[in-house]
């Protein structure tokens, strides 16, 4: 079975840190995605990889940035955290066959 | 903005019914998928139809897709305490990416 591994399921960070997201999937899958959850908003899109080192901007990049050096990691960083990036960040990886995502537990993010 | 809306918004059934929620996009696909997530975890993948299919079963599950309105359903027979849980559709909103978008969601509760 595919698994997809996020480095947190909890996580509280003060506003202006540097905060660090990790992703492991072990099924060689080429993209991987990383996306937010609010109440009310459903998942959105922040960026999204198609191979290493390349990566492609979602629907809400601001704010984020992230980095792929190897396939099976893919990194999302918050810059300098602020108190409106509160919020559920979900990782996930799809196989090209089948289009199926595959995601991670959930890190739940606290900006204070 | 989202391209799936999901409807209702949440549902309440008795263990044994069948539960529907409806999906609504507004732009070409190629396929939509349909996902649920228990409570605070990831999302898990339950099916997946395409453009030039009109029906597709899984188990329990019936999805159908009508391209010219644009809406798909979820149907889910003999519902059992267990299918608690939110679901969401996902559309690749970009003809040849994998840039999926996901709609807010259907919170379902099958009360036993």
């Known amino acids: 079975d595919v698994k997809v591994t996020q480095s947190s399921r909890y996580l509280v960070k003060r506003t202006g840190e540097k905060v660090f997201l990790e992703c492991v999937q072990d099924?060689?899958?080429?993209?991987m995605f990383w996306y937010r959850q609010d109440p009310g908003l459903g998942l959105r899109l922040i960026y999204f990889?198609?191979?290493?080192?390349?990566?492609e901007k979602g629907d809400i990049p601001e704010g984020y940035s992230v980095s792929r050096e190897k396939k099976e990691r893919f990194s999302l960083i918050l810059e300098s955290a602020s108190t409106n990036q509160t919020s559920m960040y979900l990782c996930?990886?799809?196989?090209?066959?089948?289009?199926?995502?595959?995601f991670g537990p959930g890190t739940r993010l606290t900006v204070t | 903005s989202q391209q799936g809306e999901e409807d209702p918004q949440a549902l309440s059934i008795q263990e044994g019914e069948n539960a529907t929620m409806n999906c609504s996009y507004k732009t070409s696909i190629n396929n939509l998928q349909w996902y649920r997530q228990n409570s605070g975890r990831g999302l898990v993948h339950l099916i997946l139809?395409?453009?030039?299919?009109r029906e597709k079963h899984s188990g329990r599950l019936r999805v159908t897709l009508d391209t010219s309105k644009k809406s798909s359903s979820l149907l889910i027979t003999a519902s059992r305490a267990a299918d608690t849980a939110s679901y969401f559709c996902?559309?690749?909103?970009?003809?040849?990416?994998?840039?999926?978008?996901f709609g807010t969601g259907t919170r379902l509760k099958v009360l036993a």
């Open positions: 139809i395409r453009s030039n299919e």
């Open positions: 996930a990886s799809l196989r090209d066959s089948s289009y199926e995502q595959y």
């Open positions: 990889s198609y191979d290493v080192k390349m990566k």
């Open positions: 996902a559309t690749d909103g970009a003809l040849g990416t994998y840039k999926y978008i």
């Open positions: 099924m060689d899958h080429e993209n």
